[in-house]
């Protein structure tokens, strides 16, 4: 539901302006306009998509009320916070009931959590009153002997890289490399391989090496260390060292949609509805403030979600949603279109609600 109380607020008190200067168009219907609204604010038809002036508005409700619509980046069916809230609620104590209530959310789990959710309801056929937690650490050990195997290969190839360097550099790049190999083949719980430390490592090794097209391919190969959210041997190894609760959540909770703003936040992007999609967080937490550009060049298939999500949109708008934010998609749109520099061109059409 939109509250229009704070902007409303913000409007009548503070003389509206942006940094371009140009004259704020409002095309805003709401329900219970109060009289102010009117004397303060030009109505006018014409919007320009990208000036949407919603200065100091940070209402995300109308997108959040997206809610289970494709993630616009990855395709998959987002879920919502309510729903997410039942999932923690009903996870009781064994995996047979926590599997007998995250099968109503499978569909919008992503690939790994779906094929660790396949392999925790094999493995709770024969112990469904284990926890979730019992049956990954039951069944860890071969997880982790593949984890190490691509870890170590990655490492591998790492070496094999840095051979192109001088003596000195290499030697450089080996000294990261055996430690995170010890970090990997630790059997200490204390002692723990952290992907975020080592492409730390791989960082600092950036001002030793004079040949930038080398260090390039090394961490790209670096990057490729896998994480609990593109690998199931590391999901089941993280996660079988938390609780039953929290590995239950863990397999639907990325699959929230989030708000996201397509310009960061961290580069200057506003707090307002056309710089917001439903993402899911899985998405939302992996771009973090990459920009679209760069985002879009490593993730294609977001071209096309991108026009599905608008797509699904303006059906809802046509359909009586949204009410008021007609504007939304031609706005995202242009919003999509500049920060992508252009690799993002959604259509907008069929839209049937003129406000
Ligand atoms: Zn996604």
């Not at 923690?88 to 009931?97: I, Q, R, V």
């Not at 001002?207 to 041997?233: C, F, G, L, R, W």
């Not at 060049?297 to 979600?305: C, I, T, V």
């Given at each position: 539901?939109?509250?229009?109380?704070?902007?409303?607020?913000?409007?009548?008190?503070?003389?509206?302006?942006?940094?371009?200067?140009?004259?704020?168009?409002?095309?805003?219907?709401?329900?219970?306009?109060?009289?102010?609204?009117?004397?303060t604010v030009p109505q006018e038809k014409i919007l320009a998509p990208a000036y949407v002036p919603?200065?100091?508005?940070?209402?995300?409700e109308p997108v959040r009320a997206l809610g289970?619509?494709?993630?616009?980046?990855?395709?998959?069916?987002?879920?919502?916070?309510?729903?997410?809230?039942?999932v923690s609620k009903d996870l009781g104590n064994t995996s047979a009931k926590a599997i007998s209530t995250l099968k109503n959310y499978e569909k919008y789990m992503h690939p790994v959590e779906k094929e660790c959710f396949n392999l925790m309801k094999d493995w709770s056929k024969s112990k469904p009153d284990a926890s979730l937690k019992d049956l990954l650490q039951e069944n860890k050990a071969p997880q982790l002997e593949k984890l190490q195997a691509k870890q170590n290969s990655i490492l591998d190839t790492v070496d094999e890289i840095s051979k192109q360097l001088s003596s000195t550099e290499q030697e450089e790049v080996k000294k990261v490399t055996d430690t995170t190999r010890k970090f990997v083949s630790s059997t200490d719980k204390e002692i723990k391989f952290k992907r975020k430390t080592f492409l730390k490592d791989i960082d600092d090794l950036k001002s030793k090496?004079?040949?930038?097209?080398?260090?390039?391919?090394?961490?790209?190969?670096?990057?490729?260390?896998?994480?609990?959210?593109n690998d199931v041997s590391a999901f089941i190894v993280k996660y079988s060292e938390r609780t039953h609760q929290e590995i239950g959540e863990r397999l639907v909770k990325l699959s929230v949609g989030t708000i996201e703003h397509i310009k960061p936040r961290s580069e200057g992007g506003r707090n307002t509805v056309s710089n917001y999609m439903l993402e899911c967080g899985g998405c939302n937490h992996e771009r973090s403030s990459i920009p679209l550009g760069d985002w879009v060049d490593s993730h294609p298939e977001m071209k096309e979600n991108t026009q599905k999500y608008i797509d699904e949109v303006i059906k809802r708008i046509n359909a009586g949603e949204m009410k008021g934010f007609s504007f939304y998609p031609a706005?995202?749109?242009?919003?999509?279109?500049?920060?992508?520099?252009?690799?993002?061109?959604?259509?907008?059409?069929?839209?049937?609600?003129e406000e």
């Amino acid at each position: 539901m939109i509250q229009p109380i704070n902007l409303f607020s913000v409007l009548s008190s503070k003389k509206i302006t942006n940094s371009n200067n140009i004259q704020p168009k409002f095309n805003v219907n709401f329900a219970t306009k109060p009289d102010s609204f009117e004397k303060t604010v030009p109505q006018e038809k014409i919007l320009a998509p990208a000036y949407v002036p919603f200065l100091g508005y940070a209402h995300d409700e109308p997108v959040r009320a997206l809610g289970n619509i494709i993630c616009p980046c990855c395709g998959v069916e987002m879920m919502t916070q309510k729903q997410m809230n039942a999932v923690s609620k009903d996870l009781g104590n064994t995996s047979a009931k926590a599997i007998s209530t995250l099968k109503n959310y499978e569909k919008y789990m992503h690939p790994v959590e779906k094929e660790c959710f396949n392999l925790m309801k094999d493995w709770s056929k024969s112990k469904p009153d284990a926890s979730l937690k019992d049956l990954l650490q039951e069944n860890k050990a071969p997880q982790l002997e593949k984890l190490q195997a691509k870890q170590n290969s990655i490492l591998d190839t790492v070496d094999e890289i840095s051979k192109q360097l001088s003596s000195t550099e290499q030697e450089e790049v080996k000294k990261v490399t055996d430690t995170t190999r010890k970090f990997v083949s630790s059997t200490d719980k204390e002692i723990k391989f952290k992907r975020k430390t080592f492409l730390k490592d791989i960082d600092d090794l950036k001002s030793k090496i004079s040949n930038k097209e080398i260090y390039t391919q090394i961490h790209k190969e670096a990057e490729k260390m896998p994480t609990s959210q593109n690998d199931v041997s590391a999901f089941i190894v993280k996660y079988s060292e938390r609780t039953h609760q929290e590995i239950g959540e863990r397999l639907v909770k990325l699959s929230v949609g989030t708000i996201e703003h397509i310009k960061p936040r961290s580069e200057g992007g506003r707090n307002t509805v056309s710089n917001y999609m439903l993402e899911c967080g899985g998405c939302n937490h992996e771009r973090s403030s990459i920009p679209l550009g760069d985002w879009v060049d490593s993730h294609p298939e977001m071209k096309e979600n991108t026009q599905k999500y608008i797509d699904e949109v303006i059906k809802r708008i046509n359909a009586g949603e949204m009410k008021g934010f007609s504007f939304y998609p031609a706005a995202v749109a242009r919003t999509l279109y500049e920060q992508s520099d252009g690799k993002i061109d959604v259509k907008v059409q069929g839209l049937n609600v003129e406000e």
